[in-house]
RNA sequence: GCGGAAGUGGUGAAAUGGCAAACACACUAGCCUUAGGAGCUAGCGCCGCAAGGCUUGCGGGUUCAAGUCCCGCCUUCCGCACCA
């Protein structure tokens, strides 16, 4: 009875056990020093954000990356595999607020809690390079890289329009707005402020980070197809158009004179300067300065320009720009064309975009839609500048917007193509002193201020006498301040504090206040991955010939929402720092893998729907060896996947029979001494045979294809193939020593997705050291082997029978066979066989009539 | 509108152009009993008593052979979207 009792797989007897271990041998899974001769690898998965609870999301994205590094570890590479917290951020104050509790201990007891079920979950993390962002050893250096990037002019300060959510009541950068709405609150509109900010210039490095997106073949095409479009690299041209002289005599509503000065410039950018004969008016965005003061003094344009502007405002705010309908004004003034001195009107539109470009385009309604819509609807000139290549085999109606075409009404350059009239045109600009060629990148400055407490101090300080003024080397870290009142008034809750506020400026000594705003969270995701490799480092952020080692990170696992948030703001801190000499390396990554989404009854885990399912419940029921391999059994790591309890049942049921399994024969293999025979038959063959099939599958799929829910399953039908054999077994069909690779290898095999149930059954089997650090099973080809196969016979390519020949069999031979199946012969009976295809070890193809 | 991914049993899914549905879940029937969220055996795409036929969103095509490649369309999801 006791006996019996012993085969009942019980993971929360055996969890604890071995977690207990684990905690006492912290160099179990630490990294060897970078001088072991080892292959490295890097593996990393975003770290989390210290919320409390750890989400189904996270087990699955860690559950991929342990898989992984254990598998390495196997492989006898020398893993770095750290962990940390994105600990600075919003939901701390907003905690603070509710339950009156100070920011830092909300985060540090999440951080507690959380710790606590990563060690439940059983993952192998070097927990001695934990990186905590909250904490000033690491804040400090966002603020010494602030102080690098301010010398080098890559940080500034300016006053412009920036995205304000109201329910974080900070402002947010562009790539944190998604249509129009805060990333953390999708039902709040972000508005549009005038404030004054620090911005980071990640345009400087647009060009590089398109440029490297295309050697970035480690990384998924949707990653990079997001980055480029929001890089939006666009080439072209930019134009001055003049304000007419007429513009002087036009009249105000009260009959006074204008008093915009004529010979002016109106600057626009445009990718088709070939088109700008056929320009027919000029289109300025409504904030366009420009149109701000001529509405100065022209109450009616004023009034026309506000509805233009809410009417941008009201289709930002429904997140659908695209849809608004397109309305303008004319501002009564003209603008001259550099090109062949036409006089064309000026007009505002709201569907001209201040921030992009020039703020003004010329207007081509022949060969643009957009144009030709407001053209007819205000029924201005229609004019064709680009006559189709081919004009009878084309179709000729305006507009025509492609490139393939010649010039025609344009002057000298009539007749012309799409490049070579571009790049006249572009050299008349240039001589004319009226325009140039131009680039253009939709992506913007990176604002980083934040007006909240629970973020890295800005190193700045702002003197009355000598302006701003950084904070000197040897004064950091600027330490974040505990008990500051957390409001939710607006405003950095930091200014509030005269003790932090009120300084000495380093300069001239006089008194000075410091910056109140902090630092935007994703300044601290954009390096953390460099301080794993020296975390302890008080002298530097960290040394240089250890993160040359590192990196780049071999394999980054994370989430594709942060495909152009942390991504891109990653890919520009390794540059910078590539420039501060501190690392060689230009990205981050060789490759990134971006995991689908764990969803539950079709719809993503939310507190709102009530579909959460939460990996401490499923522990709790199943265990972290069944709760991790389902993660990774329910679909490929690529999809989304649908969270079934029952299959989590499953299994572990699976586990179960894994379990009783191996401990009904671990004694007997224990006992085996000697080698396995060197040409294995019988049964003895069949299973070794499976054995080195799965083995060869999944050391394949480690190499890149990742299905780990197909190498699950091969390890479900070896322990089924083998389960299947137990009466044979128990008979004693087998020797010992065939027992003892057959299971030793199964646990190995295991390992990497059930290192509890592996760790256990290593023990069992009297496997020496942890079984993390045990060679990796090598498959043997000439075991995997099959002797006979069966062929299927297609007679005209549908499947009419199985034939066995030995494996391989000449073609003649397997024809032969086929043909001479007793199935094949009455199917085919006073027929022609016309054709014989012959797929050696896969078909045959009767071609019959 | 543009770009990308996907569409296969009741469910999650599998399949270098070569036997569609591996492995699981659920379900059905039976066995076992130490009554456990257990274990074991068998069945389980659709039609049909069977022989056999049919089946990978829809329609074409390429091929000896198509879930897989090509063309067109439909649906779902994701990203981008007056970007001049």
Redesign the pocket.
């Known amino acids: ?1 006791a006996e ?2 012993e085969l ?2 019980d993971p929360a007897v055996i969890e604890p056990k071995w977690q207990e271990r684990w905690a006492a041998d912290p160099k179990l899974y630490a990294a060897d020093p970078i001088t072991s001769g080892k292959p490295k690898y890097y593996v990393l998965e975003m770290l989390p954000y210290p919320s409390g609870q750890l989400h189904m999301g996270h087990v699955r994205n860690y559950s991929i990356g342990d898989a992984l590094a254990r598998h390495m570890w196997m492989r006898g590479y020398n893993v770095l595999h750290p962990m940390g917290w994105d600990a600075f951020g919003l939901p701390a104050e907003n905690a603070a607020l509710k339950n009156n509790t100070p920011p830092r201990q909300w985060t540090l007891s999440n951080i507690a809690g959380m710790k606590r079920q990563f060690g439940r979950l059983g993952m192998g993390f070097d927990w001695a390079t934990e990186v905590t962002t909250c904490f000033p050893d690491y804040y400090r250096w966002n603020q010494w890289f602030f102080l690098r990037m301010y010398e080098r002019g890559l940080v500034y300060r300016k006053k412009s329009k920036v995205n304000w959510c109201p329910e974080c009541a900070t402002v947010l950068a562009n790539e944190q707005v ?2 129009g709405r805060c990333w953390r609150h999708e039902d709040t509109i972000v508005e549009q402020r005038d404030l004054e900010q620090w911005f980071f210039r990640i345009t400087a490095y647009a060009q590089e980070l398109l440029e490297g997106l295309d050697k970035l073949d480690g990384w998924p ?2 990653v990079r ?2 980055q480029r ?2 890089i ?1 690299r ?4 930019e134009v001055d158009f003049f304000l007419a002289e007429d513009a002087v005599n036009a009249q105000n509503d009260d009959g006074s004179p204008k008093v915009i000065p004529a010979g002016r410039r109106i600057r ?6 070939d088109t700008i004969f056929g320009a027919t008016s000029i ?1 300025l ?1 409504p904030e366009h300065a420009l149109v701000t003061e001529m509405a100065s003094n022209d109450a009616g344009l004023a009034k026309q320009v506000s509805q233009l502007l809410e ?2 405002k009201k ?2 705010e429904a ?9 303008g004004v004319p501002t009564g003034h003209f603008a001259v064309n550099p090109y062949n001195g036409e006089r064309i009107p000026i007009w505002v ?16 309604p022949g060969h ?4 030709f ?2 053209a007819t609807k205000y029924a201005i000139p229609v004019r064709r500048v680009i006559a189709p290549a081919n004009p009878v085999a084309e179709e000729t109606a305006l507009p025509f917007t492609t490139e393939d075409g010649v010039l025609v009404n344009s002057g000298e350059y009539n007749g012309l193509g799409y490049a070579e009239a571009t790049r006249r045109l572009q050299e008349a600009a240039v001589r004319g002193g009226f325009g140039e060629p131009k680039i ?1 990148f ?1 992506i913007k400055d990176w604002g980083v201020s934040r007006q909240r407490y629970w973020g890295t101090p800005i190193p700045m300080i702002h003197c009355e006498r000598d302006g701003i003024v950084p904070v000197p080397d040897e004064q950091l870290p600027v330490i974040l301040p505990d008990n500051v009142e957390i409001t939710q008034t607006g405003g950095s809750p930091l200014a509030r504090v005269p003790e932090f506020v009120n300084v000495t400026c380093p300069k001239c000594g006089g008194p000075a206040k410091r910056e109140t705003d902090t630092m935007d969270t994703f300044v601290d995701s954009s390096w953390y991955f460099y301080r794993y490799t020296d975390a302890h480092n008080d002298k530097a952020a960290f040394d240089s010939a250890i993160a040359n080692y590192w990196f780049p990170i071999d394999q980054y696992i994370g989430g ?2 942060h ?2 948030l942390h991504l891109i703001y990653s890919r520009f801190w390794t540059r910078v720092m590539r420039d501060l000499g501190m690392i060689k390396n230009d990205e981050p990554a060789e490759h990134q893998f971006s995991q ?1 989404m764990v969803i539950k009854d ?1 719809h ?1 885990m939310s507190k709102n729907r009530g579909n959460v399912v939460s990996p401490d419940d499923m522990v ?3 265990g972290a060896d069944a709760t991790r391999m ?1 993660a990774l ?4 790591p ?5 969270w ?4 989590v ?6 586990l ?2 894994a379990y ?1 399994l191996v401990m009904r024969y671990a004694a007997t293999a224990r006992a085996a001494n000697g080698a396995i025979a060197p040409e294995p038959s019988g049964l003895s063959l069949k299973l070794l045979r499976k054995l080195h099939q799965t083995i060869a599958k999944i050391t394949q799929d480690f190499e890149g ?1 990742w ?1 780990f ?2 190498d ?6 070896l ?2 193939e083998i ?2 054999a ?1 009466a044979q077994l128990a008979a004693g069909e087998v020797p010992a020593a065939v027992l003892r690779e057959l299971l030793t290898a199964l646990v190995l095999l295991l390992a990497p997705f059930a290192p509890y149930l592996a760790a256990e059954l290593w023990d069992e089997l009297g496997g020496e050291g942890a079984v993390l650090r045990a060679p990796w099973p090598p498959s043997n080809p000439n075991l995997a082997r099959e002797d006979e ?4 016979v ?1 007679i ?4 009419a029978t ?1 034939v066995r020949v030995p494996a391989g069999s000449a073609p003649s031979v397997i024809e032969a066979a086929a043909l001479a199946d007793e ?1 094949i012969k009455s199917r085919t009976a006073g027929k022609t066989i016309a ?1 014989v ?1 012959v ?1 050696p ?7 019959v009539k």
């Open positions: 009875m019996e009792k009942r797989y998604i249509d095409e949707k197809t997001m479009n929001w939006g666009s080439e072209g041209t626009v950018f445009t990718t088709r300067v289109q965005a009417e941008q289709a930002r997140g659908d720009v695209g849809a608004i309908e397109k309305h539109a709201n569907y001209i975009l201040a921030d992009y470009g020039t703020g003004a385009i010329m207007s081509v643009d839609e957009r144009d819509e407001f253009t939709r594709v929402e495909a152009i689908g079709g993503k709790n029921r199943y389902y059994f329910a679909a490929p690529d999809r989304d996947l649908d079934q309890e029952d299959g049942a499953g299994v572990s049921r699976f179960g029979r009783r294809r299905h829910n197909t699950v399953a091969a390890i479900m039908e322990v089924n389960q299947g137990d196969l069966e062929i299927p297609q005209n390519g549908k499947l199985l199935k054709k295809i797929v070890g896969k078909t045959v193809n009767l071609v």
